[in-house]
C-alpha cells in the first residue's frame, strides 16, 4: 500500500481494493497466444543452434578432439535449428494473421530473431574462423559482428519503416542467415568466404526489395527447407554423394539470394513501363 498526500488527508485507505484488484485476470499485453509460442520455438532453436556449435565444434577443438564425425553431426545439427527457426518464423507470422496475435508479439517476434538469425549465424561464423585451417580468427570475428550488426540494424528497420505490402526492403534476416551458414558449409578460401559473406550483412541492410512468403512462395520456401535437411542429415550421417549434395544446396541458396531480388525489379521496371504507357495514353486525344 502507498500513501500519497490525499492519502494522508483522507486517512488510511482499505486494502481490499487492492486484493480485488490483484485478483483481475492478466492484461491482455501478459497473455500468449498460438502465433507467440511458435515464436518462442524461434527463440529456441536459435538458442540451442549455439548450443551445438559450441559443445560439437568449438569444445572439441580446444581439446584437441580428433573426432571429425561429431563436428560434422553438431555442425548439420545446428543449422538444422535455424532451419527449424525459420518454420517457426513462417508460420507464427501465419497464424498471427489467420487468429490473433498478443500486443507484444512483434517485439517477441524480433528478439527471437535476433537470437536465431542474428546470434545464432554470427557465432558460426566466429566458431568457422576458430577451427578452420586457412580462417584468421580475429578477421573471421570481424565478420562475424558484421553479420550480428547487420541483423540488428535489419530489425529495427523493420520495426520502425512502413514499406508497400509484399515486399520486403533488404534481404530478410532468415534468409541472410542461411545464406551466411551456406556460405560457411561450402568451404571456400577465407578470402572468398569472407566477402561473400560481408556480401551478404550488406544485402540484408540493403533497399533491394525481397517478396515477401505468401501463398506459393511460402509453400516453395517451406519445400526448400525441407529439402535442405534432408540434404544436412545426408552430409552429416556420410551418406555416398551427400558433401557433393550439401555443396550443391549451398551453392543454390548463394543463387537464391542474388537472383531473387531480379525478379522483383523486373516487376518494379515493368510496373513503371506500364504507368507510362497509360500516363501517355491518357493524354493522347
Given at each position: 500500500?502507498?500513501?500519497?498526500?490525499?492519502?494522508?488527508?483522507?486517512?488510511?485507505?482499505?486494502?481490499?481494493?487492492?486484493?480485488?484488484?490483484?485478483?483481475?485476470?492478466?492484461?491482455?499485453?501478459?497473455?500468449?497466444?498460438?502465433?507467440?509460442?511458435?515464436?518462442?520455438?524461434?527463440?529456441?532453436?536459435?538458442?540451442?543452434?549455439?548450443?551445438?556449435?559450441?559443445?560439437?565444434?568449438?569444445?572439441?577443438?580446444?581439446?584437441?578432439?580428433?573426432?571429425?564425425?561429431?563436428?560434422?553431426?553438431?555442425?548439420?545439427?545446428?543449422?538444422i535449428?535455424?532451419?527449424?527457426?525459420?518454420?517457426?518464423?513462417?508460420?507464427?507470422?501465419?497464424?498471427?494473421?489467420k487468429?490473433?496475435?498478443?500486443?507484444?508479439?512483434?517485439?517477441?517476434?524480433?528478439?527471437?530473431?535476433?537470437?536465431?538469425?542474428?546470434?545464432?549465424p554470427?557465432?558460426?561464423?566466429?566458431?568457422?574462423?576458430?577451427?578452420?585451417?586457412?580462417?584468421?580468427?580475429?578477421?573471421?570475428?570481424?565478420?562475424?559482428v558484421?553479420?550480428?550488426?547487420?541483423?540488428?540494424?535489419?530489425?529495427?528497420?523493420?520495426?520502425?519503416?512502413?514499406?508497400?505490402?509484399g515486399?520486403?526492403?533488404?534481404?530478410?534476416?532468415?534468409?541472410?542467415?542461411?545464406?551466411?551458414?551456406s556460405?560457411?558449409?561450402?568451404?571456400?578460401?577465407?578470402?572468398?568466404?569472407?566477402?561473400?559473406?560481408?556480401?551478404?550483412?550488406?544485402?540484408?541492410?540493403?533497399?533491394?526489395?525481397?517478396?515477401?512468403?505468401?501463398?506459393?512462395?511460402?509453400?516453395?520456401?517451406?519445400?526448400?527447407?525441407?529439402?535442405?535437411?534432408?540434404?544436412?542429415?545426408?552430409?552429416?550421417?556420410?551418406?555416398?554423394?551427400?558433401?557433393?549434395?550439401?555443396?550443391?544446396?549451398?551453392?543454390?541458396?548463394?543463387?537464391?539470394?542474388?537472383?531473387?531480388?531480379?525478379?522483383?525489379?523486373?516487376?518494379?521496371?515493368?510496373?513503371?513501363r506500364?504507368?507510362?504507357?497509360?500516363?501517355?495514353?491518357?493524354?493522347?486525344?
Open positions: 500500500m502507498t500513501v500519497s498526500d490525499s492519502d494522508t488527508q483522507a486517512g488510511w485507505v482499505p486494502e481490499a481494493d487492492e486484493d480485488e484488484d490483484s485478483g483481475e485476470e492478466m492484461p491482455l499485453s501478459m497473455r500468449l497466444s498460438i502465433a507467440d509460442t511458435l515464436t518462442l520455438g524461434n527463440a529456441t532453436c536459435g538458442f540451442m543452434a549455439v548450443y551445438f556449435t559450441t559443445t560439437g565444434i568449438l569444445i572439441p577443438h580446444l581439446t584437441g578432439s580428433d573426432e571429425s564425425g561429431m563436428a560434422r553431426h553438431s555442425a548439420a545439427t545446428a543449422v535449428l535455424m532451419l527449424c527457426a525459420a518454420v517457426f518464423d513462417l508460420f507464427d507470422g501465419l497464424v498471427a494473421r487468429l490473433r496475435s498478443s500486443p507484444m508479439g512483434a517485439e517477441l517476434d524480433n528478439l527471437s530473431d535476433l537470437i536465431s538469425f542474428g546470434l545464432a554470427a557465432y558460426f561464423v566466429l566458431v568457422y574462423g576458430m577451427v578452420a585451417d586457412d580462417a584468421h580468427q580475429r578477421v573471421a570475428a570481424l565478420g562475424a558484421v553479420v550480428l550488426l547487420a541483423v540488428v540494424l535489419r530489425l529495427a528497420r523493420f520495426s520502425c519503416v512502413t514499406l508497400k505490402d515486399m520486403f526492403q533488404g534481404m530478410p534476416s532468415p534468409f541472410g542467415a542461411l545464406t551466411v551458414v556460405i560457411v558449409l561450402l568451404e571456400l578460401p577465407f578470402v572468398a568466404t569472407l566477402l561473400a559473406i560481408l556480401g551478404t550483412a550488406w544485402l540484408m541492410v540493403s533497399r533491394v526489395e525481397y517478396p515477401k512468403p505468401r501463398g506459393p512462395l511460402a509453400v516453395a520456401m517451406l519445400s526448400w527447407i525441407v529439402a535442405a535437411m534432408g540434404l544436412l542429415a545426408a552430409w552429416a550421417f556420410d551418406a555416398p554423394g551427400g558433401q557433393l549434395l550439401l555443396q550443391t544446396g549451398c551453392a543454390l541458396q548463394l543463387v537464391l539470394g542474388a537472383v531473387i531480388p531480379l525478379f522483383a525489379t523486373a516487376r518494379r521496371v515493368n510496373n513503371f506500364g504507368n507510362r504507357r497509360e500516363a501517355r495514353a491518357a493524354q493522347l486525344p
